[in-house]
């Protein structure tokens, strides 16, 4: 168990609808980090933020969106979803020191299937 | 842009011998990190192993080592005394210093023979 935790495990929609998929890092860290994986674009970064406010963004949609909140916990919002956008949805989470890199531990993940 | 090319898609190996995952990488920066994660059948992504580029030492996690040469840009991962729980997708990754975001390779799976 990596200590962070993402809800739902499992999500079934429709297209065109919208998601919310929620992140908690592990005590003490304020980055946390999305990633998309998928079958035809691999595992992808999407956004990171750090202790509230957006440090980094990857490949992510227009359509997708994300905060982190004053507690830390982190969601990432898609939609108008799309038959593509099925993937499983990492959070990852590493705490920030100066001049160290820190190691990202990764949630479960959630699995979003888009019919 | 950074790049990450694992070159093998599938490796295999009997139980208790030892296998070679190949990673090789391109950064312009000095400073980066490099990563070996693990995917079982359930999908979480598990941490192995992680290198500085600045350490000439290569890493060391118990069965799990790490061939790190630098000059060519290649970071492979040495798996000794195969287990059955060894069997997963493995990616390599790379980050920049100060540009924390992960850059992963295609992955390899392996599979562990009994």
């Known amino acids: 168990d990596s200590g962070v935790t993402q809800t739902p495990k499992h999500l079934i929609t429709a297209t065109g609808q919208r998601v919310t998929l929620r992140c908690s890092p592990r005590?003490?860290?304020?980055?946390v980090y999305w990633y998309q994986q998928s079958l035809d674009q691999g595992l992808q970064f999407l956004i990171q933020?750090?202790?509230?406010?957006?440090?980094a963004k990857g490949n992510i949609l227009e359509r997708f969106s994300a905060q982190q909140f004053p507690d830390l916990h982190s969601e990432l919002n898609l939609s108008s979803l799309e038959l593509g956008d099925s993937a499983l949805y990492f959070c990852?989470?590493?705490?920030?020191?100066?001049?160290?890199?820190?190691?990202?531990?990764f949630g479960p993940g959630t699995r979003l299937l888009v019919l | 842009a950074q790049t990450v090319t694992q070159s093998q898609p599938e490796m295999s190996v009997q139980e208790a011998e030892t296998v070679t995952l190949s990673c090789t990488y391109d950064t312009s920066e000095s400073d980066y990190y490099l990563f070996w994660y693990k995917q079982p059948p359930s999908r979480q992504m598990i941490l192995v192993i992680r290198?500085?580029?600045?350490?000439?030492q290569n890493a060391t996690e118990n069965r799990f080592s790490v061939n790190f040469q630098k000059a060519a840009k290649s970071f492979s991962l040495k798996i000794s005394d195969s287990q059955l729980g060894d069997a997963a997708m493995y990616f390599c990754g790379l980050s920049n210093f100060g540009n924390e975001k992960l850059t992963f390779g295609t992955g390899t799976r392996l599979t562990i023979i009994p």
């Open positions: 005590s003490g860290d304020l980055s």
């Open positions: 933020y750090y202790n509230g406010e957006e440090r």
């Open positions: 290198q500085e580029a600045y350490k000439q």
């Open positions: 990852a989470s590493s705490v920030e020191l100066e001049n160290l890199q820190e190691t990202q531990y």
